[in-house]
């Protein structure tokens, strides 16, 4: 028999009890929920009120970006204001690895390598670094790139453009003008020398960026034009005459195998330099890859200058007194003792004129000069004339060159200095006690920056050249210059630097070289002249620095240069021929230029020049004709010459026009 036990009843809780506990249960939960929410609540306001650095740095790095804005470089511009420097905007060829299709890579890199000519591995290796967002591929890409870039339209290749320094005549005037990094920094001549001025200002910009690195605003082009423009250079250099003095240098450094060449063209009254040539030279717009191109020499090299210094020496020594305008002087056939050493001539002579003693180039007579003056008087001159101190030319590294001192100085090294041994000096300070000379013996300065002004045209600098020192009297500095005449007439060591037309005077000279403190074989062979020498308008100093090849006197390698230059100086600059003046010929020397009588097709006649037949050439050849003849050119069309007046055969003085109809 089975006992059944009967069901247990539990209690039933009532319904209001139920809902009390549920009630406290959420009490509890919502309690902790609010103090969890208090706590988060005090140290957001901890944070806000006064956050971590840490904290604060962390957030910057992720959340901003700062992009350091520079304004557009100012111009750099010739006299007529043609642009030597300028600013362009230029393509870069960029890539997003990550955006880039994964089927379509292979075609992109071989797309990119064709394009922008650069090798496979190259390209692939901006491909694989797909952890970053841009890769820089391609800078200053050419336009047509550009645009074959543009059409490959492949997701995650793109261009942008940055502003790039562009040099539009590329190596004239490299030396003077200089060049930029990438960075846009000066790094040498005028572009390092107002950097300051030419950069303009610049603007620190922050961009909020995501968590991808990707901008969320981009402020950039109204800030950019908040920035002010840099300033613009306006120069003395004209470029005419600076692409003829380079042209006429090359061609003298090349036939004479000669290691660099220095020119420079100065206008006697204003001190402004037209030209200023160095060989080697550099492409601004390419990267230089050494100093060798880069270096003005004829602002920092000092050199010996030899015999082109004698005219100083005989200036000083007629503003003294100690020597006079008729005096003759004993050049002791070419040989001479000075406390033991021998002077000598290269050629020797007896007693002869002062204005011999330039003529001939005699060391001899010189040193004599020299020694009458003494070291203190003649070093003084010297300095008063600009030697052993810099011009104060508007260009980096001047070189100031050296003079003795005179309280030190012996008496064979009085002598020496007298012919231009044992002393340095620069061609640019050449150039400025030349110009002096040529200026009736009040100094000049040479500068290159005619004004610096702003972009909206307003002149912030304008040069205003200051007064210059009477270093000798009109009267002397008259009587150098009609001496120095002497060089370029027939027997004289400048022949070659005669310009048709034109009275010339000038100095030839062909220094040692020194290495290591000791002179060797090497020369520099140099020509110094000033035209028309009956009121000079320009001085022009050429130097070409070791010869090699045939002579290396400067009368043969340097005059040249200078009769070039000057005769395309001449006409550009529309100076009148010397009335009287027919082409110098020089019996001992027929094969040279200037004793010729005859200027490229056109033949002298004793009174003028007879006229060849122009009719069908071309209007550059003409031109080139007509160069270096003093006549007057008059043209009327373009293309070859249809129609001369005067007729083939006509004789014309210098000075006289001829009239070549164009078609």
């Known amino acids: 028999m089975s006992l059944e036990m009967p069901p247990i009843e539990l209690p039933v809780e009532p319904p209001i009890e139920v809902r009390r506990r549920a009630v406290k249960r959420v009490g509890h939960v919502g309690g902790i ?55 362009a905007s230029t393509p870069n060829v960029f890539v997003d690895p990550a955006e880039v299709p994964a089927g379509q890579h292979a075609t992109a890199i071989d797309a990119l390598s064709r394009i922008l000519d650069r090798p496979v591995g190259e390209i692939a290796a901006a491909f694989s670094r797909t952890a970053a967002r841009y890769v820089l591929v391609a800078r200053n890409v050419h336009p047509s790139q550009e645009v074959a870039v543009r059409q490959l339209d492949i997701p995650g290749i793109g261009i942008e453009r940055e502003n790039r320094r562009v040099y539009p005549e590329e190596a004239m005037a490299a030396s003077v003008i200089g060049f930029v990094d990438r960075d846009g920094d000066g790094k040498s001549g005028l572009e390092r020398r107002f950097d300051d001025a030419l950069r303009g200002g610049s603007l620190v910009v922050q961009r909020r960026r995501d968590a991808q690195g990707f901008s969320v605003e981009d402020p950039l082009d109204l800030a950019t034009r908040r920035l002010s423009r840099g300033d613009d250079l306006h120069l003395t250099i004209d470029r005419t005459l600076q692409r003829a003095t380079e042209r006429s240098l090359e061609k003298a450094v090349t036939t004479s195998g000669a290691m660099a060449g220095y020119a420079v063209v100065l206008d006697v009254k204003t001190g402004e330099v037209l030209a200023l040539a160095n060989l080697p030279t550099f492409n601004p717009n390419l990267p230089p890859l050494d100093d060798g191109g880069q270096r003005n020499r004829a602002v920092q090299d000092a050199i010996e200058p030899g015999s082109i210094f004698k005219p100083f020496t005989v200036a000083a020594g007629l503003e003294a007194g100690v020597i006079h305008r008729d005096e003759s002087m004993d050049c002791e056939m070419g040989g001479w003792f000075v406390g033991g050493s021998r002077i000598g001539d290269d050629h020797p002579h007896g007693v002869v004129s002062l204005t011999e003693v330039i003529k001939y180039s005699s060391n001899i007579a010189s040193a004599k000069i020299g020694l009458k003056l003494g070291t203190k008087r003649f070093v003084t001159k010297l300095r008063e004339f600009g030697f052993g101190a810099p011009t104060g030319i508007e260009l980096p590294w001047e070189d100031a060159g050296r003079i003795r001192n005179p309280d030190k100085m012996r008496t064979i090294e009085l002598a020496t200095t007298s012919f231009g041994q ?62 120095m005449e002497s060089v370029i007439e027939p ?78 100086a001449m006409r550009h600059l529309g100076v009148a021929p010397s009335v009287g003046v027919a082409p110098q010929v020089d019996p001992a020397n027929p094969e040279t230029p200037a004793a010729s009588a005859t200027v490229q097709g056109l033949t002298w006649a004793g009174t003028g020049w007879r006229l060849p037949d122009f009719r069908a050439l071309p209007m550059r050849e003409a031109l080139a004709s007509l160069q270096g003849s003093g006549l007057g050119v008059e043209l009327a069309g373009s293309g070859h010459v249809a129609e001369q007046l005067p007729l083939p055969g006509s004789i014309l003085a210098p000075g006289q026009p001829i009239t070549l109809v164009l078609r």
Request: aromatic share 4%; proline share 7%.
């Open 33 to 87: 929920m609010f103090l969890l929410l208090a706590i988060a609540g005090a140290r957001g306001v901890q944070l806000a009120l006064a956050p971590d650095p840490r904290t604060l740095e962390s957030a910057g790095q992720t959340r901003w970006v700062e992009t350091m804005l520079q304004a557009e470089r100012g111009d750099i511009l010739d006299r007529d204001g043609r642009r030597l420097a300028t600013t």
């Open 422 to 483: 044992g002393l340095t000096t620069t061609p640019i300070q050449l150039a400025a006690a030349l110009a002096t000379l040529a200026n009736g013996g009040q100094t000049v300065t040479p500068h290159l920056v005619r004004r610096v002004q702003d972009p909206d045209g307003v002149p912030e600098h304008i040069h205003r050249p200051a007064p210059g020192r009477q270093v000798v009297s009109p009267e002397v500095a008259r009587d150098v210059i009609h001496m």
């Open 491 to 568: 027997g004289g060591t400048g022949t070659r630097a005669a310009v048709p037309g034109y009275r010339v005077a000038g100095k030839t000279g062909t220094a040692e070289k020194v290495t290591n403190g000791a002179y060797n074989e090497a020369r520099i062979s140099s020509f110094v002249g000033v035209i028309p020498a009956e009121d000079p308008v320009i001085a022009i100093v050429v130097s070409v620095d070791e010869p090699t090849i045939g002579s290396r006197y400067g009368g043969i390698v340097a005059a040249p240069v200078f009769a070039e230059v000057a005769a395309v």
